[in-house]
């Protein structure tokens, strides 16, 4: 029975970094350009060229490393990893190893029950990026060596996380927070995001960590949980037939639903990592700490917290805007123009957020301004327009980002508050609708809803609800 | 032709129109041609070497010149050269040609220097005596039966045999001195980073020196001068004051016993003790110990090779350089590349420091030899507390005939015994000709200083230069 086995996950993430150059040379870290184009002799490999480390990616390091609670060591060392592939140009990745730039820190996740949990982080280390490989342009194969030389923080965790889901919420955490640092763009399914899974059982209630494999090519989060399940399932029917694991890595199959040992060969590596003597110890002292503490963004969790006691959106709320920086920037953008937060919060969760999933865009490409929208939410407070001349109002100004109050003006939309013209419209409607009347005379409440669409419609939508409400039933009671 | 003294010389010959920088480096190739028996070039860059003769002689004319100009130098074939080419004497980078220049090449060329030609050398710098050229080895002018020593020996035999008026090598464990010792030169190894190492194609990264061979003391600290630097592209690189003419009447010299021991030869032994007694008179002169230089070799051989191994991996066949035709899949194609690309003594090193990196080695042989490294270092520490300079031989024996070695690497390693020491601690040393044995072969005086105490070197070879009338 699976309930007699636990599982132990640890993930190793890779996040490349927005830094504008790669991390030894000068040359561009921009994306798509034409194959072989962002190279120079130093990503190249050519003899005779040395590497020289970028500052940013120093700074960007110890910026995650200070954001989820790791030590920064003051001084940590450039190794060689040593293995041949044509993406490769060295013939070696320049990476750290013994004494990396951060250890031990953790990043706090919310299960399920609402409990918190701690996942340990191990270390964090500054690494450079592989060429790619490109297999599909006929019989050869072809190496595009742009991406050779980006720099990437590999974050390892110890083995804390217990099943698919804690993976799950850990790599959104994560994920997060270098949003928020705004050192990585995220994005699993481009790559600059990538997740390896270490994976064992053993029966619950045991110490002691069993064999454990490892699961690689994980392009998005959803796969991360599907192949973390697989693999658990895996070796738990494994050793329940009385079989072993073994010490492996599979590759995730996202089409199958399945993962496959990587072929022996390519796995047997012995790295024989080393100090690289083309570069010097990594020093970062107190002042340069400190200064690179100060400029960090204010932390999702903080800003969660925040939200709720700022502004006093529930706690559901905050969560949903915070999860991404853009959002919560948008979200205290909003703000600034109008103070009425839950409606707000309420527009920014159900309307923006559909646009921009419909559209499949980032907030940061939301066409209408968060002034825009402040006017939109204040004209409706101040009984301007109603909610739903509001909703039609939305999509109009959206695509162009125009001002709300222009718009309704132009458009004649402005609600009808007046009561005498109300009126009016409902003495019109009771004398055309006389059998209406007696239904809702002799007792039949729903006919009520009958007067108020035939009023809104009369004024095409216009009217103030709670005073077409309000009159309706002081003259039909009359 | 005409003959000058030193580089000052030459200057005020070509200021004066006395010479012609052009006749001058038509005599350089006409003689080149003459000795190609020597085989100390790869490469010469006739065309370009005459085309900046009549630049550069424009330029002194016209009063504005480099530190250097008209110096007409070699390049060791391991640094890059813009559009030229770059072997290393290896099969493996047969048709590479250099995309960028190295810097220390181009601040001689920017100092108006006029570049002749790349020399050859041991493969990658691998090796004592030349011999490991896939070009063939290099014979040494003062006996053609023997080796020009190396790796350096071709920039070594090129100046030995007035190919030119200085020349470039490289030194990772002797790679200058030892030849400089085998053919009548000074040689200078300077302090690790005093010389970017940005276009040196690498051996071994925390060992590889830059350096200088010239025939004077007034020519080598002007080369050094021009080569020294930080350079934004090496990382490893340090700025360094100027070298100075120093006053050294008050130094103190140490004499290291460990390095008068068994295996050095008596003829070097009995003219160093010769000179000593000169020196006697001039500076005081101490005995003093150095315990833990007899693992030089060792921890040299363990660190070099690992760097090595890890520094030829980008020789793989895939990019440039030789890629084997019989190449069926991935690994095919690297393991023949690279096995129909090296030659054997880079094999050998590959192979070793691959060992020693490995896991469950690593620590008995590469650590280890870190820390052994890290105790010659206090070591000389120690002694520099004491004093200015140490005095050894450069070598235990004289040159050694073509072929005497090849069979027996220990015994050529053994060759670096007195010159490694100064790599694995960083400090300059220089190797200074201080007469001939009974075979008219060069013997040759190794002092090292403290870092960035190249002054002091220079200036003692002067004063040796001054002061002792060569037997």
Not at chain 1, 78 to 106: M, V
Not at chain 1, 118 to 125: A, C, P, S, V
Not at chain 2, 5 to 26: C, F, I, Q, Y
Not at chain 2, 162 to 185: E, K, M, Y
Request: net charge negative.
């Amino acid at each position: 029975m699976n309930t007699e086995f636990e599982s132990v996950i640890g993930l190793e993430v890779h996040a490349q970094l927005l830094t504008s150059t790669k991390i030894f040379c000068g040359c561009s870290t921009k994306f798509g350009n034409p194959p072989n184009s962002n190279v120079c002799p130093i990503c190249l490999g050519h003899p005779g060229t040395l590497p020289v480390l970028n500052k940013k990616v120093v700074e960007f390091a110890v910026m995650l490393g200070l954001a989820t609670n790791c030590s920064i060591n003051e001084r940590s060392i450039i190794a060689r990893k040593n293995y041949f592939y044509p993406d490769l140009p060295k013939g070696y990745q320049i990476s750290q190893f013994e004494e990396p730039i951060c250890e031990n820190g953790f990043i706090e996740i919310e299960l399920e029950d609402k409990s918190k949990k701690k996942i340990r982080i191990k270390r964090i280390h500054m690494e450079e990026d592989a060429g790619k490989l490109i297999h599909d342009q006929g019989d050869d194969t072809l190496v595009d060596l742009n991406r050779c030389g980006t720099p990437l923080l590999e974050i390892v965790t110890e083995p804390d996380i217990s099943n698919a889901k804690e993976a799950y919420s850990y790599l959104s955490s994560l994920k997060q927070i270098l949003t928020y640092l705004e050192i990585c763009d995220g994005n699993m399914e481009e790559g600059s995001l990538r997740c390896d899974a270490n994976i064992s059982i053993r029966p619950k209630g045991t110490i002691e960590l069993g064999t454990r494999t490892e699961v690689k090519n994980m392009n998005s989060f959803r796969n991360v949980e599907r192949a973390i399940d697989f693999e658990i399932e895996r070796q738990i029917e494994l050793v329940e037939e009385g079989g072993e694991v073994i010490q492996q890595t599979l590759l995730w199959n996202a089409d199958l639903n399945e993962a496959f040992p990587m072929r022996g060969k390519e796995e047997s590596h012995d790295y024989r990592y080393f100090p690289d003597p083309d570069l010097v110890p990594v020093v970062v002292d107190e002042i340069w700490k400190s200064e690179l503490e100060k400029r960090l963004p204010e932390l999702p969790q903080k800003r969660k917290v925040r939200f709720v006691t700022e502004y006093g959106i529930p706690e559901y709320d905050s969560e949903v805007l915070t999860s991404e920086k853009e959002i919560a920037d948008y979200f205290e953008e909003t703000v600034k123009t109008t103070k009425n937060y839950k409606s707000a919060s309420n527009w920014i969760m159900v309307d923006v957020l559909k646009v921009i999933k419909d559209e499949k865009i980032s907030i940061t490409d939301f066409k209408l301004s968060p002034e825009n929208l402040g006017k939109l939410i204040n004209l409706i407070n101040s009984n301007i327009i109603s909610g739903k001349i509001a909703k039609e109002v939305f999509p109009e100004i959206l695509k162009s980002n125009v001002d709300p109050e222009i718009i309704v003006k132009e458009k004649g939309l402005i609600q009808i508050s007046d009561t005498s013209e109300i009126e009016k419209a409902i003495d019109e409607i009771i004398s055309q609708n006389e059998k209406q009347v007696e239904e809702y005379k002799s007792g039949k409440d729903k006919v009520f809803g009958f007067f108020v669409g035939q009023v809104m419609r009369a004024t095409k939508g216009k009217a103030n609800p709670q005073i077409v409400n309000d009159l309706l039933k002081q003259k039909l009671s009359s | 032709m005409v003959l000058y003294r030193d580089h000052d010389e030459k200057l005020d010959l070509l200021k004066a129109g006395k010479l012609s920088l052009l006749e001058n480096v038509k005599e350089f190739l006409k003689r080149i041609d003459a000795n190609k028996d020597i085989n100390a070039f790869n490469f010469v860059f006739e065309k370009d070497a005459l085309e900046s003769a009549e630049i550069i002689q424009e330029k002194i004319k016209s009063g504005k010149f480099g530190k250097l100009a008209g110096m007409v130098i070699a390049i060791k074939d391991v640094l890059s050269i813009q559009n030229k080419p770059l072997t290393c004497s290896s099969k493996i980078l047969e048709n590479f040609h250099s995309v960028y220049t190295a810097t220390a090449v181009q601040k001689l060329i920017n100092e108006d220097a006029v570049i002749i030609g790349k020399t050859s050398c041991d493969e990658f710098a691998m090796g004592s005596s030349n011999e490991n050229s896939a070009f063939g080895p290099v014979k040494n002018p003062i006996d053609k039966t023997r080796v020009p020593g190396g790796s350096s020996g071709g920039s070594a035999a090129a100046l030995a045999a007035n190919l030119c008026d200085a020349s470039i090598g490289t030194d990772t464990g002797g790679s200058i001195r030892q030849p400089a010792a085998f053919t009548g030169l000074i040689g200078l190894k300077p302090t690790y980073g005093r010389v970017s190492r940005f276009g040196l194609t690498a051996y071994a990264s925390s060992f590889d020196s830059i350096g200088p061979f010239a025939k004077n003391s007034s020519d080598l600290p002007k080369i050094m001068d021009v080569l020294s630097g930080q350079d934004l592209n090496d990382s490893t690189s340090i700025s360094s004051s100027s070298i100075i003419d120093e006053d050294i009447s008050k130094i103190k010299i140490g004499v290291p016993k460990e390095f008068f021991a068994a295996g050095l030869d008596t003829e070097i032994k009995s003219r160093i003790d010769q000179i000593i007694s000169i020196l006697e008179k001039n500076f005081e002169i101490v005995e003093i110990e150095l315990p833990n230089t007899k693992y030089s070799i060792a921890a040299y051989y363990i660190l070099t090779t690992a760097e090595a191994s890890s520094n030829l991996s980008r020789y793989d066949g895939v990019r440039y350089g030789h890629r084997s035709k019989s190449n069926i899949n991935l690994q095919d194609l690297y393991e023949s590349s690279r096995s129909e690309g090296f030659g054997d003594e880079v094999k050998r090193r590959i192979m070793l420091g691959t060992y020693v990196l490995s896991a469950g080695y690593y620590d008995a042989y590469y650590r280890k030899a870190q820390k052994v490294r890290r105790i010659i270092k206090n070591d000389f520490e120690k002694a520099f507390d004491k004093v200015d300079l140490i005095l050894s031989p450069t070598t235990p024996t004289t040159a050694f005939k073509i072929g005497e070695k090849t069979d027996d690497p220990l015994s050529m390693y053994l060759n670096d015994i007195y010159t490694t020491p100064a790599n694995l601690v960083g400090i300059p040393a220089i190797s200074i000709p201080i007469g001939n044995d009974s075979n008219n072969l060069p013997i040759g005086l190794q002092f090292m200083a403290n870092i960035f105490e190249e002054s002091k070197l220079i200036a003692v070879s002067k004063f040796i230069e001054n002061n002792l009338v060569k037997k």
